[in-house]
Structure formats: structure tokens, C-alpha cells
């Protein structure tokens, strides 16, 4: 009976990190933006995540996501930007969507 329930513990615990990261983070993004955008996007211009964050509004960034260019978009602000992965894209995304120019946030990178 322990060894039962400590393995449904276990298996509780382990899911319980697994679905929290299937989620996408603003905090997470602007990691990513830290790590793999800043340098590029410096050379043209954009000094920090807020300031190509507010390069949109919120509904735009979100007609961007939906269409699936949010790649291409960071490209265009950042020529010098290698594309990201597809893991990161998400939450880029929400980090750019949450300090957007209508969102009244702004980042501290």
C-alpha cells in the first residue's frame, strides 16, 4: 500500500512540472529575448525588449502570432536576428504581447 502511494506521488509530482511549463510566460520570453535577441537588436537600434515590444499594440502582436510571423516580424526589426525556435516563439511572444505600446507594462531588460 506505501509503495502505491508513494508512486502515484511521484507520478503527481512529475506531472505537476510538466504541465507548468506546456505554458507560455512573459518572464520566460523576456529570458529568451535577453539571451538570444538583445545583441542583434542592439545593432539596430532597439536598445532593450520594451522598446521592440512597443513596436506594436497588443493587437497587433496577436495578428502577428495568429498568422504565424512573429519569425519573420522579429527578423524585420532585427535583421541581424537568427530565427528562433519554435519552443521560444510562445513565450516571446507573450513577453512582447504584455509590454506591447497599449499595455501600460514595461520590462526590465
Not at 520570453?29 to 542592439?42: D, I, N, P, S
Amino acid at each position: 500500500m506505501k509503495k502505491l502511494l508513494g508512486a502515484i506521488f511521484i507520478a503527481l509530482l512529475g506531472l505537476s512540472f510538466v504541465s507548468t511549463s506546456a505554458f507560455a510566460d512573459s518572464t520566460m520570453g523576456q529570458k529568451v529575448y535577453v539571451r538570444m535577441l538583445k545583441r542583434a537588436c542592439m545593432k539596430n537600434g532597439i536598445a532593450n525588449g520594451g522598446v521592440m515590444a512597443k513596436k506594436h499594440t497588443q493587437e497587433q502582436w496577436q495578428s502577428i502570432e495568429k498568422a504565424g510571423k512573429l519569425n519573420a516580424e522579429i527578423k524585420k526589426l532585427c535583421p541581424k536576428a537568427r530565427p528562433l525556435r519554435k519552443r521560444y516563439l510562445k513565450d516571446v511572444y507573450d513577453f512582447l504581447y504584455n509590454f506591447a505600446s497599449d499595455s501600460g507594462n514595461v520590462p526590465s531588460c
